[in-house]
């Protein structure tokens, strides 16, 4: 997979290869694709713990734990993005710049 030409990285199927990404590769910073009921989103990850991830934009937020993100990347409801900026709100920035 080349990652130069692919604006997101999500779970592929395919019968020689397969490339599995997991909560693991969020990190403070990253930019993120949420589905959800009503729509999607971009966020970015403000915060990552042992257990969860949370994440914050100017339609959505959410802390879920790595096996719901696991989950959310499996149905293809959670992407990371790549090269992309970040979407936290402005009076949230401050925070997120000093989590990273």
């Known amino acids: 997979m080349d990652f130069r030409t692919s604006r997101y ?10 490339l599995r990404v997991t909560a693991d590769a969020l990190a403070p ?3 993120v694709r949420y589905h959800y009921r009503g729509g999607n989103s971009l ?4 915060e990552r713990t042992d257990r969860y991830v949370a ?13 719901r993100i696991d989950r959310l990347i499996d149905d293809d ?10 979407h936290v709100p402005l009076e949230l920035e401050d ?5 990273r």
């Open 9 to 18: 990285v999500t779970r592929r199927r395919s019968s020689s290869t397969a």
């Open 29 to 31: 910073g990253a930019t």
């Open 43 to 46: 966020a970015t990850v403000v």
């Open 55 to 67: 994440f914050v934009g100017a339609e959505c937020d959410g802390t879920f734990t790595h096996d």
């Open 77 to 86: 409801r959670f992407q990371i993005v790549l090269e992309d900026e970040t």
């Open 95 to 99: 925070v997120s710049n000093e989590l």
